[in-house]
């Protein structure tokens, strides 16, 4: 068993779990309600599992209800029909998302009126360039440690940067490949089969058409995972879906 196989599968599988679970369907547009432990708990879960690629809720979640407002146009952080590739778009995400996690830049009250989940100790903590760089240590030492051959070592940038190449793979693909199954006036695709392995994050024409449905997948032959797992969380009592109006 190739156990480099298996930590780059988990890492990438539960870091973007927490990315979409809780960064995207609760910081940014409260799809289900929750105590406070267990906020705490998945807020916890989404630093650990994204450790050196941390994205602070309150930013991430601010950048993203601008995403909505301004889908596809000129005031949308991270349009892919206003940067010539992936990179340019990733650059200006992240100058947006500091901007807003140093307070430089104070988003508009309409980004900041609905509840943005904010927890200061662990955001400073998590966000301190020690803390990643110890997460980017403890990667580097389980390569050096359980790789077969020297190759593996080019996956590590991955887990370096592996909550922004997230981003950046749904807001690149999700907005210009793929079918639509409704008219959102903006660009946004169902990337189709890979939104298995995005964990329904790739369904963004579907998402942008009900922003708070938790249920990313419209068709018979679309998956979201994610919302089957917050189906079971529901039932188990953990969180309550919210009820679309
Ligand atoms: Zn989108
Ligand atoms: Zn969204």
Not at 42 to 48: K, P, R, S
């Amino acid at each position: 068993m190739n156990f480099i196989l298996v930590f780059f599968i988990l890492h990438w599988f539960l870091s973007l779990f927490f990315h979409t679970f809780f960064l995207h369907r609760f910081a940014s547009h409260k799809m289900y309600e929750t105590s406070k432990n267990w906020e705490r708990f998945f807020y916890l879960c989404t630093w650990l599992f994204q450790g050196s690629s941390y994205l602070v809720p309150r930013a991430y979640g601010v950048m993203h209800r601008m995403h909505h407002a301004y889908s596809d146009t000129e005031k949308d952080p991270h349009s892919p029909h206003f940067f010539k590739d992936i990179y340019e778009m990733l650059k200006n995400t992240v100058i947006i998302y500091r901007s807003f996690l140093l307070n430089k830049n104070i988003p508009e009250e309409e980004f900041t009126k609905d509840y943005l989940p904010v927890w200061d100790k662990l955001d400073k903590f998590g966000h301190h360039i020690i803390t990643r760089i110890s997460f980017m240590v403890l990667y580097i030492l389980i390569y050096v440690f359980f790789t077969p051959s020297f190759w593996w070592f080019f996956l590590l940038p991955i887990h370096f940067l592996m909550g922004p190449i997230q981003g950046a793979i749904v807001n690149w693909c999700g907005h210009k490949y793929g079918y639509s199954n409704f008219n959102n006036t903006d660009h946004s695709k169902n990337t189709g089969p890979f939104g298995f392995i995005l964990l329904g994050e790739l369904f963004q024409n579907n998402h942008h058409h009900a922003k708070r449905d938790a249920n990313f997948a419209k068709k018979w032959f679309e998956v979201d995972l994610t919302y089957q797992i917050m189906r079971v969380f529901n039932f188990a009592g953990i969180i309550r879906l919210n009820k679309i109006s």
